[in-house]
Structure formats: C-alpha cells, structure tokens
C-alpha cells in the first residue's frame, strides 16, 4: 500500500493513487506500508533506486543500516510497535531521502505515523521538503516514545506502591497471586523499557549519519537546529530508559524477595502449628499404649485430665509464640 503526500502551502496533501498510476512529480514523501512487488517496483522505475525489500530489512545488520548511494541517503531504524498490547514488538523501518523526497519502507502499523500526518494538517509542523518532513516524523517518533516511557514509568510507580504500601489492620487484605501479577507488569514494562532503548540507540545512530553527510551551508530551513533539538531529545529520552531499566530490575529484586517473605510466613506457620501439636501428641501416645500396669488407666479422672493435659500443653507454646511476635 502506497500513501503519496504533496505539500501544498506547506500541509501535507494526501495524492489518490492506484498502482498502475504514474508517481507525482511533486510528491515530498512516499509512504510504503506493506507494499507489493508491484508497487515497489513502480517506485524504484519513478525515483530510479533500489528500495530495500522486506527480506532485506530482516537480514541487513545494525552496522549497514546507513549508508549513502548515488547520492541517496538509506536509514534504517528500530521502531518499537504495537506496544499498547500484550505483545510488543521492534520493527525495521527505512527512510530513503532524496534531494526532493522521503519514502519510507515499513511492514507494521506505527502510531506515531498518523500522529505526525495529524499534527502537520494543524499546522503544527510545517513541510517544504523531503528533510523536514523526514525530521517532523522523527519529531513525532521521539515524541511517542516519550509517551511509552512515561506510560510504563507510570506503571512502575503503580507496582511499587503496591509491593512497599503499609496496610493497617482495618484495611483490605492484598489479594491471592497480587505478587504473581506484579511480576507479569513488571515484565512487560521491562520488555517494553529495553526495546525502546534499542529503539532510541538507532535513532541516535541515524540522526549522527544524517547530521554528518548533509551539506547545506545556507540551511534555510533551520536543519541543523532541529537536528540538534532532536539529538537532544533522543540522549535525554536514553538517560530515562536507563532510570526505569535500573528501577524495572529494584522491583524485580524487591517482589521476589517479598514472594521469599511470603512462602517463609506460610512455612513458618505450619513450623508453628507442629510445634503445636507435638506435646499434645506425645501424651495423647503415652496414654495410648497398651501396657498391663499402667495405674492412670484405672483413675476416675484419668480422661479428663489427659485432656487438659493436651490442650495445655498446646496453648503454652502458642502463647509463647504469641508473646515473642513470631505469630
């Protein structure tokens, strides 16, 4: 599927094409989502280069994933997707820039590209060529992926308040398996953290490559400028990363050593009650064998006695387990 966009007073304008439709010559950004052999071959026969198939995408390795041919700049980045489900995933997204153009080769549905189109339609990022639309998408990347970190910070403070709040006695008892839950979100926060920082380190990688091989000594636009803004918000954005990968591994550490408390508070609880019933089971053995001469045998309060023999030799230590705290 191809999305051609035309700037007309510097909005993005979505063109109509069919695949067997000749390419705008005035079209600022090609977008190739999922798209046939057809349409990637009607793209490489209008802008005369050879636009990375998906098979390419999977196989190409981190360190050619930029590079410079014919004048054509080729980038590709890590882009973390459907991150709003149980199953997020990266994906290889490539921008080709041309002197006039952008085309953009991806194989998954990414937010941040109908969020950058609607931010553009309000003005909000202005379009006048290839360049600044290339960068007003990576604007909206960076912008997104803020938004994941502070959705999965979020969530961090959420579990740790959970695990480390002080509960009184009137309040509700946690319930059964919230440990078992806080592990599953602090997994998935933890998977989310470090594919957005291998997301951001791609970032940073193209954004280096762009800065150093364009050349543009007039720079009307102010290129450089949001380039420098960009890096900015990349780095920062990494040094977050970092802070909520540290803490995703402090509330690992901290919920399995709260699982370890509990399975100890249950283990100790049966300790307790063996120790509990070990005197009332020793008299209630004495008592029950089955020697001849055994004189307790023929007492009128033989029975009750050993009753309350073994009901406080069981309420002894209780209390004193009781008093010691360890109950």
């Known amino acids: 599927m191809l999305f051609v966009y035309t700037a007309v007073d510097g909005c993005l304008q979505e063109s109509s094409y069919a695949s067997d439709d000749i390419l705008p010559q005035d079209a600022v950004w090609i977008d190739m989502f999922e798209p046939t052999p057809e349409e990637e071959q009607a793209v490489e026969n209008a802008l005369k280069l050879n636009v990375p198939t998906r098979e390419e995408l999977?196989?190409?390795?981190?360190?050619?994933r930029l590079y410079k041919e014919k004048g054509v700049l080729f980038m590709t980045a890590t882009l973390i997707a459907q991150a709003d489900?149980?199953?997020p995933e990266t994906t290889a997204v490539t921008f080709v820039l041309t002197e006039t153009r952008l085309v953009?080769?991806?194989y998954a549905a990414l937010r941040s590209f109908p969020m950058f189109i609607s931010q553009q339609r309000r003005g909000q990022r202005p379009i006048g060529?290839?360049?600044l639309v290339m960068l007003g998408l990576l604007d909206a990347i960076v912008d997104r992926t803020a938004d994941l970190l502070e959705g999965a910070g979020n969530d961090l403070d959420a579990v740790s308040l959970e695990i480390f709040s002080q509960r009184g006695p009137t309040d509700a008892k946690r319930p059964a398996g919230h440990l078992q839950r806080s592990l599953r979100r602090i997994g998935r926060?933890?998977?989310?953290t470090s594919k957005i920082s291998e997301s951001l380190v791609t970032l940073a990688r193209l954004l280096a490559f762009f800065g150093q091989t364009r050349k543009d000594p007039q720079d009307p636009h102010k290129i450089k400028g949001l380039l420098e803004v960009l890096e900015y918000d990349v780095k920062s954005l990494t040094s977050h990363a970092a802070f909520l990968s540290d803490k995703t591994n402090f509330l690992l550490s901290a919920t399995l050593g709260m699982?370890?408390?509990?399975?100890t508070d249950i283990i100790k609880i049966f300790s307790v009650a063996a120790v509990m019933f070990l005197p009332p089971t020793l008299v209630a053995s004495i008592y029950g064998m089955n020697f001849e001469f055994m004189p307790e045998l023929h007492w009128t309060l033989g029975y009750p006695l050993a009753v309350v023999l073994m009901?406080?030799?069981a309420v002894v230590p209780f209390m004193f387990f009781k008093r010691r705290g360890w109950l």
Request: net charge negative; charged share 30%; hydrophobic share 30%.
């Open 58 to 64: 999977e196989e190409i390795e981190i360190s050619s």
């Open 85 to 87: 489900t149980p199953r």
């Open 104 to 106: 953009t080769v991806r």
């Open 129 to 131: 060529s290839g360049e």
């Open 189 to 192: 926060n933890g998977d989310i």
């Open 259 to 263: 699982v370890n408390i509990e399975q």
């Open 311 to 313: 009901i406080a030799s």
